[in-house]
């Protein structure tokens, strides 16, 4: 459990950074994701409603 609280800790005491840095993270797949375009499986995921 300490560990677990540890890591909360750090999190709320760094929030802005972790934060930042989960966005950009998200935006860099994001542009990978369109650049690449979509592979047959997603498609096929997709098509069947499994994924969005």
Known sequence: MSQIYSALAYYWEHKEEIDADM?????????LRLETGE??????????GLIK
Do not use: C, D, I, V
């Open 39 to 48: 592979f047959s499986l997603a498609k096929r995921l997709r098509a069947e």
């Open 23 to 31: 966005q950009q993270r998200f935006e860099y797949a994001e542009r």
